[in-house]
């Protein structure tokens, strides 16, 4: 999850897309970094420009019930309201101001990749 610094709300207007896990996966592989395990990509941001402006952010979140991969089971299962909000908290932040190199960054026990 994202340090204290970003986990605030952000400061430009947010535009949210809730989506099956599956269509998060087609829309959101593009802005994944180099070093992501690309089976769990839950969601994504990216900002809006007006010129060279930052004026919103846009995000797309999995939803529950959607099918995704679950890493610590290491197979496919069901997304819980509890990790679509996680996603959504992560992806936000990002609105906020965090890195995409996620500096700061805690793991959330239920989403732990070593288990």
């Known amino acids: 999850m ?3 610094q970003y ?3 952000p400061p430009l207007p947010v535009i949210e897309h809730v989506l099956s896990y599956a269509e998060v996966q087609r829309h959101c592989r593009r802005y994944a970094n180099a070093s992501a395990d690309t089976r769990w990509i ?3 941001a990216r900002f809006i420009l007006e010129g060279s402006r930052k004026v919103k952010c846009e995000v797309w979140v999995s939803g529950p019930s959607s099918v995704g991969y679950v890493p610590e089971l290491k197979t496919e299962g069901f997304i819980t309201k509890d990790v679509t909000a996680d996603i959504r908290r992560h992806e936000r932040a990002h ?3 965090w890195p995409a190199d996620h500096p700061g960054a805690t793991v959330v026990e239920r989403h732990r990749h070593d288990k």
């Open 42 to 44: 839950g969601g994504c």
């Open 2 to 4: 994202p340090p204290q």
């Open 7 to 9: 986990d605030v709300p």
């Open 95 to 97: 609105c906020a101001g």
